[in-house]
């Protein structure tokens, strides 16, 4: 099998299993939708990972930006694994508590990187994770119904404009080479027809939508991560 078909289906399976194995329904009276778990758990997860990424770079970055970045990434997560720690106590919530095996992998990768090659995977690994959760923060801040899952992706969506403008002004990002902005067709089951219809009877998005936006975000950073690689 081809490399890039392997990575896509591993990134299926992993999204597939993610949200049923890694968190607990909620105790108590309180409703969340599928989204909103999934938004608690992602960005629980983004920060098991990118906290140790973060700290790696401030010690081993090769130019002294990375460094500079790496240290503020890391505290950042700390906060905002706070304040996701504190939104999931509050709805009974079960958080993951360590990243996926796929999250590892990329820390695997880091730590057996060194000089420039470090600086490189480090810039391409974080950004290409925080495109991909950036549109289902999105989508969850607009279809929840849950007032606590709003304030946590409104504070969640600062932390990654905040991470992704950090990441780009090393320099190192190469935007050709970025995951195209997926565009629903305008169809009944599009996201852009779930927000009409949100728009004009306030019901939440379609969090099949939500999840098939968020699986084609993964891949397509999957394949472009596999070209920069191979032009190594």
């Known amino acids: ?5 392997v990575l896509l289906a591993g990134l299926v399976v992993g999204l597939l299993v993610l949200p049923g194995a890694a968190i607990a329904a909620p105790a108590g009276p309180t409703q969340l939708g599928a ?3 999934a938004l608690l758990s992602g960005v629980r997860l983004a920060g098991l990972w990118e906290m140790p990424a973060g700290q790696m770079a401030a010690e081993k970055g090769d130019s002294a930006r990375v460094r500079e970045i790496g240290a503020e990434i890391a505290k950042q997560h700390v906060e905002l694994d706070q304040l996701t720690v504190e939104a999931a106590n509050k709805l ?3 958080l993951p508590s ?5 999250q590892k992998g990329w820390i695997t990768e880091m730590t057996n990187a060194s000089g420039a090659r470090f600086d490189r995977i480090f810039v391409d690994r974080l950004r290409a994770a925080h495109g991909a959760i ?3 923060i999105g989508a969850v801040r607009a279809g929840t119904r849950n007032e606590t899952v709003r304030t946590l992706a409104e504070q969640a969506n600062g932390f990654v404009q905040t991470h992704m403008t950090l990441l780009e002004s090393t320099g190192l990002v190469r935007y050709a ?3 195209p902005v997926v565009v629903p067709a305008p169809q ?3 996201l852009a027809a779930n927000a009409k219809a949100n728009a004009e009877f306030g019901t939440g998005l379609n969090t099949t939508v939500i999840w098939a936006v ?4 993964l891949a397509l950073g999957g394949v472009a991560t596999v070209r920069v690689f191979r032009g190594k």
């Open 1 to 5: 099998m081809r490399p890039t078909a």
């Open 35 to 37: 989204a909103d778990m």
């Open 92 to 94: 009974g919530v079960q």
């Open 98 to 102: 360590e990243p996926t095996a796929q």
């Open 134 to 136: 950036f549109p289902v």
């Open 177 to 179: 080479e970025l995951p």
């Open 188 to 190: 009944d089951q599009s």
């Open 214 to 217: 968020l699986l084609g975000a």
